[in-house]
């Protein structure tokens, strides 16, 4: 067993090594620029996207001429929010979205208030769920675009996305979903969920970083600005030249987790289960934080009661772990998801995100339930 | 493709043997440079220490160095992230300039260059004394089409008297000359990974230590809250690699111009007729833009293709849209001439046995079309 045990699956995941693989040609021999319609090496190199384009679409039933590829899922996010309130915004000026969403979604929507449209962050309830009926509330006619993420990258609990499609469908506003957590990994159909924009990063997926992809429905009414102009690539929707190499490992990395989504979506809940249960028997006050069932198994956020969060991820050297999204992770102060779902702010700061994924072991978990134990009473023990 | 001929590196370059060894192994470690686990600060250090050899290509500071989804974003967020009330293009821009230009939403000037392709610079003075304050001037230090190097100093001094701010998108002039941002001035200065040998996907924007700059993708905070998104770990540790090999590789500068002068004496020397484009001006040491009159250049590449030879009739942007370049158009040149141009551009794996074959292949169609005639 490798130590440090990598248990941070959220803040990013480890390249497959299938994936690496197919990657490779690109950064040699096959180097041409895919805009490049004049000679072979451009030819070689644009087809190659194509058929990642496809591999990426399959997994949510979507076109391949409906994914645009970028360079990953915050970049897709910032796109659809700034380029859906753009075009539509003089029409419909209002935006909804989620107190719990990634960062990058509330700036983009903070950014959009600013030059003056107006924001709704709807709040969710202590399992981390939105409320339905709230939601339906909220959504008018005068609602350009709601963005709500499938799977939250702190406690990874599911969204209702069909219920929301319907929802979001019977008052004519768009949905975009952020899905950097959920796709390839829970069952996504953007039909059946009446999704017309999804962001999706391939870190997350056991790609590469620096790509994602954007799900826009076809159509004139999924219309945005884009934010870079150039030469035209991407339909128009996304300047700059395509890193084919990147591209091709996105689309392997969806491919790859599509076809073993069922599999590994067993294989996770079974390890998260037998760690909390083992973890729970030592250490009877812990609080899994979050929506227990409907959550995505690879998430595990605990609360420790009584603890510090930061001096125990620091007494656990042999554990990758965090105390919350990555990008939050070098500022201090308490969570603003564990705040948002009413975890008190003693709790918040004793919170661990345990992140696992296709290469996690029982065996890893074992050693990591063993050493938080340690830790744990080293530290003085939970207080209720 | 072993046996083709690559001329076209302006539109690309093949990554470099190095660089592609710095990529696997920086594939190969997991962590999100944003966690503070070990895994994330190992990432964090791979990005640093990428950043150092960049900034040293143009000597800046590695904390002026912003990374980005590559050359097209870097230019976009500096057109729209400057805080200008009014912009200066030049004619000859890339079209990531242009296009994010007609679209920031204030007022652009263009400005013309001579047939040489250098910018005019008495109607650049005009535009700055007309212009609403602050204004920002984008002009390239080379040109992607046909080489030329544009008198970016003393454009900077221009627009320091006029209180503008000046950006140059560096993208083709990096590796294959001297780029200096202290003593340039510059406020902004604009590069690509993927044309000097690094993997594609990947920008910087080099900032003045003064110089302002609105994000345009705005989230959790990385680079200085001036680009967020998980950075390219991989791809920044390639592209550090390259920029420290194309700092290395500027000492081959003279034999690249060698061989292309070569390359164009002999094509002078088949033919009278033939126009070698910005030939008047200083160039880079590897660009060649080489108009066959009355020979379209979509015929010709398709010639040198069948010959086994990769090259363009333009930017590789433009080269899927049937138009003239409009790089050309601003010279001065009729569409005609513009659009019998092909160029040829030569990087570090170039071998005088391509400008051979290239040499014998532009003879072949010569001497076919001008019998036909």
């Known amino acids: ?384 | 493709m072993k046996n083709k001929v690559y001329l076209d590196y302006n539109a690309t370059s093949p990554i470099r043997p190095s660089v592609i060894e710095a990529v696997t192994t920086a594939m190969s470690v997991v962590g999100n440079p944003s966690s503070v686990h070990a895994a994330g600060r190992s990432a964090k250090a791979t990005i640093e220490e990428a950043r150092s050899k960049v900034a040293a290509l143009v000597g800046s500071r590695p904390r002026d160095v912003m990374f980005c989804g590559g050359g097209t974003e870097a230019n976009n967020t500096v057109i729209n992230g400057a805080g200008a009330s009014s912009l200066i293009v030049s004619g000859i821009e890339h079209d990531s300039v242009l296009a994010a230009a007609k679209v920031a939403g204030i007022p652009v000037y263009t400005v013309q260059t001579n047939v040489d392709g250098i910018v005019d610079l008495g109607q650049l003075e005009a535009l700055l004394k007309e212009a609403p304050e602050p204004a920002l001037v984008s002009v390239m230090m080379a040109n992607n089409e046909m080489g030329v190097i544009q008198p970016v100093h003393k454009i900077r001094n221009l627009t320091k008297s006029y209180n503008a701010r000046f950006h140059t998108d560096a993208i083709q002039a990096a590796g294959k000359i001297n780029i200096d941002m202290p003593s340039l001035g510059a406020d902004y200065l604009t590069l690509s990974s993927h044309k000097i040998g690094g993997p594609q996907g990947l920008g910087v924007v080099i900032l003045a230590p003064t110089a302002p700059l609105k994000p345009l993708v705005v989230g959790g905070g990385q680079e200085l809250g001036r680009r967020s998104g998980t950075e390219n770990v991989a791809g920044i540790a390639g592209f550090g690699v390259a920029a420290y090999e194309a700092l290395v590789g500027l000492a081959g500068a003279k034999a690249m111009s060698d061989m292309r002068d070569d390359l164009e004496q002999r094509i002078r020397a088949i033919s009278n007729e033939a126009v070698i484009v910005g030939e008047g001006a200083k160039r880079l040491p590897n660009t060649s833009c080489i108009a066959m009159p009355g020979v379209k250049g979509e015929t010709q590449v398709m010639h040198f293709d069948l010959a086994g030879i990769c090259l363009s009739s333009g930017s590789a942007c433009s080269s899927g849209k049937v138009k003239v370049s409009h790089v050309l158009s601003s010279m001065g040149y009729t569409d005609e001439l513009a659009e019998s141009s092909i160029r040829v551009s030569l990087g570090y794996d170039s071998k005088p046995s391509d400008v051979d074959a290239f040499v014998a292949a532009w003879k072949a169609l010569y001497e076919r079309v001008s019998k036909k005639a």
């Open chain 1, 1 to 384: 067993m490798k130590q440090p045990v990598y248990l941070d699956y959220q803040a990013t995941t480890p390249l497959d090594k299938r994936v690496l693989d197919e990657m490779m040609p690109f950064f040699s021999e096959k180097f041409g620029n895919p805009h490049s319609s004049t000679h072979a090496f451009g030819w070689e190199t644009d087809a190659a996207i194509d058929v990642a384009r496809e591999k990426v679409a399959n997994v949510i039933s979507a076109q391949p001429e409906e994914i645009i590829f970028l360079s990953g899922a915050t970049e897709a996010n910032n796109l659809v929010i700034k380029g859906v309130m753009d075009v539509w915004g003089k029409k419909k000026p209002h935006l909804v979205t989620v107190a719990t969403e990634h960062k990058c979604v509330l700036e983009a929507a903070y950014y959009c208030q600013r030059l003056g449209y107006n924001l709704t962050v709807l709040p969710v309830n202590t399992e981390g769920m939105i409320d339905l009926e709230q939601l339906e509330k909220v959504v008018t006619e005068q609602t350009a675009l709601v963005s709500i993420m499938a799977v939250n990258n702190e406690i990874g609990v599911i969204q209702p996305m069909k219920d929301i499609g319907k929802i979001v469908k019977a008052a004519g506003a768009l949905l975009h979903t952020d899905a950097a957590q959920a796709y390839g990994k829970i069952g996504l159909d953007v039909d059946d969920m009446a999704i017309d924009f999804m962001s999706i990063s391939g870190h997350k997926v056991y790609g590469p970083k620096g790509v994602g992809a954007l799900y826009k429905r076809a159509g004139r009414h999924t219309a945005l600005t884009p934010q870079m102009s150039g030469g035209g690539q991407e339909r128009g929707l996304r300047s700059g030249t395509q890193a084919p190499a990147l591209v091709v490992g996105l689309g392997v990395a969806a491919e790859i987790s599509h076809s073993e989504m069922g599999q590994e979506q067993g294989r996770l809940a079974k390890m998260a289960d037998r760690f909390v249960s083992k973890l729970s028997k030592d250490l009877p006050g812990l609080v899994l934080n979050g929506s227990g069932k409907k959550r995505w198994s690879g998430n595990i956020n605990l609360s420790f009661p009584g603890i510090d969060g930061d001096l125990l991820v620091s007494s656990v050297r042999n554990l990758a772990v965090s105390s919350g999204a990555a990008c939050a992770s070098a500022v201090s102060g308490p969570s603003y998801v564990l705040e948002a779902i009413g975890v008190s702010e003693t709790n918040a700061k004793s919170s661990l995100r345990i992140g696992i994924g296709r290469f996690t072991t029982d065996e890893e978990l074992d050693f990591a339930a063993d050493e938080l134990v340690t830790a744990i009473n080293a530290l003085g023990g939970l207080k209720a």
